[in-house]
């Protein structure tokens, strides 16, 4: 996956993180979302615009909402209950990596 396929992966997927959306659709599009997340430490910094960076942040953060808003409907089963609050820390770990890639390419 490149730096564009990755930014482009979130985008056109963060869309498809409705409460509506069935259990396994959602737990889908949240794997993929963790996926593509986990590569950007992957690439130089200088193969993303500030702006891309921005908006896989912002993406993050708004997945993590999205599983919040979820969990809260309480529609899943326990099972898939327990998955996606375990997403929310994939994601959180995801994005800390990002930032703390973010920061070493920053100071050099």
Do not use: C
Not at 27 to 51: C, E, L, N
Not at 77 to 84: A, C, F, I, P
Request: hydrophobic share 40%; no cysteine.
């Amino acid at each position: 996956m490149t730096p564009t396929e990755i930014v482009t992966t979130t985008t056109e997927t963060a869309p498809t993180l409705s409460v509506d959306a069935s259990a396994a659709a959602f737990v889908k599009s949240i794997t993929t979302m963790v996926d593509a997340f986990s590569r950007v430490p992957d690439f130089p910094y200088s193969a993303f615009s500030r702006g891309q960076i921005a908006q896989l942040q912002l993406t993050a953060e708004q997945t993590i909402a999205a599983i919040e808003r979820r969990l809260e409907g309480g529609a899943d089963k326990r099972s898939v209950q327990l998955e996606l609050a375990e997403a929310i820390y994939a994601v959180r770990r995801e994005l800390e990596d990002i930032n703390r890639w973010q920061r070493h390419f920053e100071r050099t």
